[in-house]
T-cell receptor, first 110, second 113 residues
Framework: SQKIEQNSEALNIQEGKTATLTCNYT??????LQWYRQDPGRGPVFLLLIRENEKEKRKERLKVTFDTTLKQSLFHITASQPADSATYLC?????????FGSGTRLLVRP | DTGVSQDPRHKITKRGQNVTFRCDPISEHNRLYWYRQTLGQGPEFLTY????????KSRLLSDRFSAERPKGSFSTLEIQRTEQGDSAMYLC???????????FGPGTRLTVL
């Protein structure tokens, strides 16, 4: 079955540093990956989408990569701020359905 | 448009009762999704509508769960004879195009006592 894995341990970094979150997928080659941010008690908010034929996508301080050989996506937040503290979810998709990882919690210390 | 809305935001019920949740998607979105999320986990796909047609229902959903989307607008998710294991956050999302970004509502948190 399709499976997507994210590091369950929280990532704790200093403000101003680059946060790097990892998403690995197995048993499937998704057509695209999406990254979402989720704050406690709220619904996920879309951040970035990257398709299988794209290597890298950027949006302001965010960057996502898609390595189909390693079956991995990396999500980077540069110049991190305490306001970036949240849980970040990776999701794989083929047509319409998203399969989410369990998320990685990011804590940015001032 | 203010985004996807869900009602109620919180629901506490006793085991064995029926509950119904409502989702109002972004008006021009003809695709609507329901997910369930438990603590420490990512959202888990439940069902998908394109307009009023329910095109997929997860095998994880028992017969106690039913969803509708009359006239392709709002959607309802009903759980009959609730069990404690149904306690979770129920999220609704909508999108304009399949495979595009999904816009999530704030969720309905269900607690079954």
């Amino acid at each position: 079955s399709q499976k997507i894995e994210q590091n369950s341990e929280a990532l704790n970094i200093q403000e101003g540093k680059t946060a790097t979150l990892t998403c690995n997928y197995t048993n499937y080659s998704p057509a695209y990956l999406q990254w979402y941010r989720q704050d406690p008690g709220r619904g996920p908010v879309f951040l970035l989408l990257i398709r299988e034929n794209e290597k890298e996508k950027r949006k302001e301080r965010l960057k996502v990569t898609f390595d189909t050989t390693l079956k991995q996506s990396l999500f980077h937040i540069t110049a991190s701020q305490p306001a970036d503290s949240a849980t970040y979810l990776c999701a794989q998709g083929d047509s319409y359905k998203l399969i989410f990882g369990s998320g990685t919690r990011l804590l940015v210390r001032p | 448009d203010t985004g996807v809305s869900q009602d109620p935001r919180h629901k506490i019920t006793k085991r064995g009762q029926n509950v119904t949740f409502r989702c109002d998607p972004i008006s021009e979105h003809n695709r609507l999704y329901w997910y369930r999320q438990t603590l420490g986990q990512g959202p888990e796909f439940l069902t998908y509508f394109q307009n009023e047609a329910q095109l997929e229902k997860s095998r994880l959903l028992s017969d106690r769960f039913s969803a509708e989307r009359p006239k392709g607008s709002f959607s309802t998710l009903e759980i009959q004879r609730t069990e404690q294991g149904d306690s979770a956050m129920y999220l609704c999302a909508s999108s304009l195009v399949a495979g595009d970004e999904q816009f999530f509502g704030p969720g309905t948190r269900l607690t079954v006592l």
